[in-house]
């Protein structure tokens, strides 16, 4: 088992998963075993294309196989891209988000268990998010209508505080355990990623924050 930790680090690349799914502006798909998972004090400004399970910082958080306890840190990070755009037509594709596309708990008993930290983490206001729109279908219910706005979601925290569901849960959906996008809060106009990041209380031995994008120190 490991535990990880990915912090103070930036991208600026803009990625096309040319048909793909699971392209994060910092991670793509993680599948922690160990302890923890912990993203802090990063940003990302490319723009990102793909299949399905998109997301400006991390893309798939897998917690098939987490042990009991495991924390999910994901704090004080930004994406700055200006758009985030699926190719999907299949509404049971993995949903995508401003901060991360989905939590995939395959075997639905592990999203309980789970201890979050996710907090101020924050998206361009100008950015766009395209993802299916449409009619979820169901071979018991009959299909709801399903959408992924831009919205602010609150901070997540504590054991088994997640980002709200975007499909009825336990209604014999096809994955409606992978649709719970996260977008953080949209930025204040006029905010730039280091007006966020020294608001955050960034290392600034670390980081110079005298521009409008935080780089290393040298």
Not at 109 to 135: C, E, W
């Amino acid at each position: 088992n490991c535990a990880l930790t990915v912090a103070n680090c930036y991208s600026t690349m803009s990625l096309n998963s040319n048909g793909g799914q699971s392209a994060g502006g910092i991670m793509g798909s993680p599948n922690p075993s160990g302890a923890y998972l912990k993203i802090e004090n990063c940003y990302a400004t490319g723009t990102i294309q793909g299949k399905c399970a998109l997301g400006g910082v991390v893309a798939m958080i897998q917690i098939d196989a987490i042990p009991d306890n495991f924390e999910f840190t994901l704090k004080n990070c930004v994406y700055w891209g200006t758009s985030i755009t699926t190719n999907t037509t299949d509404p049971t594709n993995y949903s995508s988000g401003a901060i991360f596309g989905n939590i995939r708990d395959a075997k639905k008993n592990h999203a309980s268990k789970m201890i979050s930290n996710i907090v101020d983490n924050f998206r361009n206001p100008a950015m766009t998010l395209s993802d299916y729109q449409g009619k979820y279908p169901d071979a018991t219910s009959g299909p709801v209508d399903y959408y992924n706005p831009l919205v602010d979601n609150d901070n997540c925290v504590g054991q088994g505080v997640l980002p709200p569901y975007l499909v009825p849960q336990d209604k014999g959906y096809k994955n409606d355990w992978a649709k719970m996008a996260y977008h953080g809060k949209a930025a204040a106009e006029g905010a730039t990623v280091s007006s966020l990041a020294k608001a955050a209380g960034w290392d600034e031995t670390v980081w110079d924050l005298s521009g409008d994008l935080p780089v290393f120190k040298k």
